[in-house]
């Protein structure tokens, strides 16, 4: 099956593009039926999947979360197959498929083509995601992270970003509707789930699967900055919702407004502003996942 691999130059820190070589060499290797695209932008991601959409069978990602989520908005709901080779800051996506980070194994996974078929969320009708998305706190974390650079990276960049956010950050009131059920409180942020982790391997909604048609919701009420910091780092193990200021539900839709002007991020993308309505939208994608 012929594959159109979408490398974007400015993943893993701008070294992305140097890996070309290394890249070919092993596809070369393995015999693969494939063309390079280098993006220039996340707009370039999703027209050159368009504009090819009639000439591949497998679309891969080299790259980032933000890769990923640029083709899986074009893929959704197509008979095409996304893949991944990951090279991002945090492949958060990857890590909750499972999938190798390693790109000679992401590279015999893509020659196998085994074929996952996976939930989506959708934010407003019109954007999808893979893994979660949230506003609040978890908003203004995500824009400090993408805009830091040096030298932090992955889980230390996102790690960073919490505690410079934390300092000046202020609870805010938040109106959520999941199903019959209404909760309006002050909270640190919201976020939904249609996969465990985010932001460099925080399993925010531990028990969230991409082949459940659900999402899981998940709402970190107002706490004092020391019962934060004291709680934060259990959500790498996902045991930050033993807290009774965390809150977990889990519903096919999920509405999400705010008194504040928050943004919502998904996949580490901006998507838009609240208010946001999430439905989750099982099998919309093909996903090419490793061999067990």
């Given at each position: 099956?012929?594959?159109?691999?979408?490398?974007?130059?400015?993943?893993?820190?701008?070294?992305?593009?140097?890996?070309?070589?290394?890249?070919?060499?092993?596809?070369?290797?393995?015999?693969?039926?494939?063309?390079?695209?280098?993006?220039?932008?996340?707009?370039?991601?999703?027209?050159?999947?368009?504009?090819?959409?009639?000439?591949?069978?497998?679309?891969?990602?080299?790259?980032?979360?933000?890769?990923?989520?640029?083709?899986?908005?074009?893929?959704?709901?197509?008979?095409?197959?996304?893949?991944?080779?990951?090279?991002?800051?945090?492949?958060?996506?990857?890590?909750?498929?499972?999938?190798?980070?390693?790109?000679?194994?992401s590279c015999i996974a893509i020659k196998n083509c085994i074929i996952?078929?996976?939930?989506?969320?959708?934010?407003?009708?019109?954007?999808?995601?893979?893994?979660?998305?949230?506003?609040?706190?978890?908003?203004?974390?995500?824009?400090?992270?993408?805009?830091?650079?040096?030298?932090?990276?992955?889980?230390?960049?996102?790690?960073?970003?919490?505690?410079?956010?934390?300092?000046?950050?202020?609870?805010?009131?938040?109106?959520?509707?999941?199903?019959?059920?209404?909760?309006?409180?002050?909270?640190?942020?919201?976020?939904?789930?249609?996969?465990?982790?985010?932001?460099?391997?925080?399993?925010?909604?531990?028990?969230?699967?991409?082949?459940?048609?659900?999402?899981?919701?998940?709402?970190?009420?107002?706490?004092?900055?020391?019962?934060?910091?004291?709680?934060?780092?259990?959500?790498?193990?996902?045991?930050?919702?033993?807290?009774?200021?965390?809150?977990?539900?889990?519903?096919?839709?999920?509405?999400?407004?705010?008194?504040?002007?928050?943004?919502?991020?998904?996949?580490?993308?901006?998507?838009?502003?609240?208010?946001?309505?999430?439905?989750?939208?099982?099998?919309?994608?093909?996903?090419?996942?490793?061999?067990?």
């Amino acid at each position: 099956m012929k594959s159109l691999i979408i490398l974007n130059p400015v993943s893993c820190g701008g070294r992305a593009a140097g890996m070309r070589g290394t890249l070919e060499n092993i596809l070369q290797r393995l015999n693969l039926d494939y063309h390079i695209h280098v993006s220039i932008s996340s707009n370039d991601v999703a027209d050159t999947v368009k504009a090819n959409i009639g000439r591949y069978t497998n679309f891969i990602s080299f790259g980032g979360d933000g890769t990923l989520h640029s083709i899986a908005n074009v893929l959704a709901k197509t008979d095409k197959n996304l893949g991944c080779i990951p090279v991002g800051s945090g492949n958060d996506i990857a890590r909750n498929l499972d999938l190798p980070m390693d790109m000679e194994k992401s590279c015999i996974a893509i020659k196998n083509c085994i074929i996952k078929k996976i939930d989506l969320g959708l934010i407003n009708k019109k954007y999808y995601y893979l893994g979660v998305s949230g506003a609040g706190f978890d908003s203004v974390v995500t824009d400090l992270a993408n805009n830091t650079k040096f030298p932090f990276r992955g889980p230390a960049k996102y790690k960073y970003a919490v505690y410079q956010t934390l300092l000046t950050y202020r609870p805010k009131k938040f109106h959520i509707k999941f199903g019959e059920n209404y909760i309006n409180t002050e909270c640190m942020f919201a976020v939904v789930g249609n996969m465990k982790m985010y932001g460099g391997g925080m399993k925010i909604t531990p028990d969230a699967s991409p082949e459940d048609s659900m999402l899981d919701l998940c709402i970190i009420q107002k706490m004092s900055k020391l019962h934060f910091i004291k709680t934060f780092p259990l959500v790498f193990e996902g045991k930050h919702i033993n807290d009774p200021f965390v809150k977990s539900f889990r519903s096919k839709s999920i509405e999400i407004d705010s008194d504040y002007n928050f943004s919502v991020y998904a996949d580490g993308e901006y998507i838009c502003k609240l208010p946001a309505i999430y439905d989750v939208v099982p099998k919309a994608l093909n996903f090419i996942v490793a061999k067990k």
